[in-house]
């Protein structure tokens, strides 16, 4: 079974789908780790691993490179951020090529025209619903594998509200989309909103600590009707927080030590977590020597 035929699988059931966000291998592995079912591959915090802000600025090679180390190394199926696809239709039907090449499970192509930016921001601008909606098309109209998930974002409620963001997910759905992912609701009545009018299609929804959508628990997420979550932030922030901290220490003392119990042992980070143990197990196989 292909990771997108995993992700369709697991969302004929009958639950909530949590996905913490990875910017990397071991934020990717770790996830998998805590038992999560499946990995999303956040934008915003793998373009800042490579220095950039979230506004579009990486290329969809830099994105490919980055994301198919995060697909190899997990087992769980990646849902991974397309932001607006990367140009035209045309540069859609090759990110998407390139992301099933590489074993992405599902994609989301967001309605925002360049400059793009993070959804929590303000003074986003859209393209058009019509654009859009032919981007989903060609995306779910050339993919080579059926299975592959692609899931529409709609940024308008922040800049049109939401009764046009209504709008625009109907065009979406209608073009193929199959799940729909409103971007920085204003509030739980908007959520109820768009749950009841949308109860027939898969809906993921953003959970950011300190975002504009109501940070609400995984429980009445499901209550309300969503079937994905993502956590897009949740990794890097608690990282950045843990390195910043050990990293004042061993300035000001000259040591870790008294860190140690906040870090993970060296041998289950290089070893473990990153293959040191099986390549080393593999050298001894084929070395030839006894």
């Known amino acids: 079974m292909s990771q997108a035929q995993s992700l369709r699988s697991l969302l004929a059931q009958d639950r909530l789908l949590m996905a913490a966000g990875a910017y990397d291998v071991i934020s990717a592995r770790l996830i998998e780790e805590a038992g999560f079912p499946l990995v999303y591959y956040s934008g915003g915090a793998s373009a800042g691993a490579l220095g950039y802000p979230d506004f579009g600025l990486r ?5 490919v490179m980055q994301l198919e180390g995060v697909c190899r190394a997990v ?3 990646v849902i991974a951020d397309a932001e607006s696809g990367f140009g035209s239709v045309l540069n859609v039907v090759r990110m998407v090529q390139e992301y099933e090449r590489i074993g992405v499970a599902g994609l989301h192509l967001e309605d925002q025209d360049l400059s793009r930016r993070s959804g929590s921001l303000g ?8 654009e ?3 981007k989903i098309r060609a ?21 049109h ?5 209504i709008t625009r997910a109907e065009a979406y759905a209608e073009a193929g989309a199959d799940m729909l992912f409103f971007e920085a609701f204003e509030s739980i009545k908007q959520m109820e909103k768009i749950c009841r009018r949308f109860s027939q299609v898969p809906l993921m929804v953003n959970m950011v600590e300190g975002g504009k959508t109501p940070y609400l628990p995984a429980q009445d997420l499901l209550d309300l009707g969503f079937r994905v979550v993502i956590y897009p932030a949740t990794a890097i922030l608690a990282g950045a927080f843990q390195m910043k901290k050990v990293l004042k220490a061993l300035r000001e003392t000259g040591t870790t ?7 993970l042992p060296y041998n289950e980070v290089f070893n473990e977590l990153l293959g040191g143990d099986q390549a080393l197990a593999f050298i001894e196989q084929y070395s030839g020597k006894k």
């Open 59 to 63: 290329t969809l090679t830099e994105m």
């Open 75 to 77: 087992s769980v199926p």
């Open 123 to 130: 003074d986003k601008v859209l393209v058009s619903a019509h």
């Open 132 to 134: 859009h909606a032919a």
């Open 139 to 159: 995306a779910t109209e050339t993919r080579q594998h059926p299975e592959t998930v692609v899931i529409a974002r709609i940024d308008a409620i922040a800049v």
């Open 161 to 165: 509200g939401v009764d046009d963001a």
């Open 257 to 263: 030590q008294g860190s140690w119990h906040e870090m």
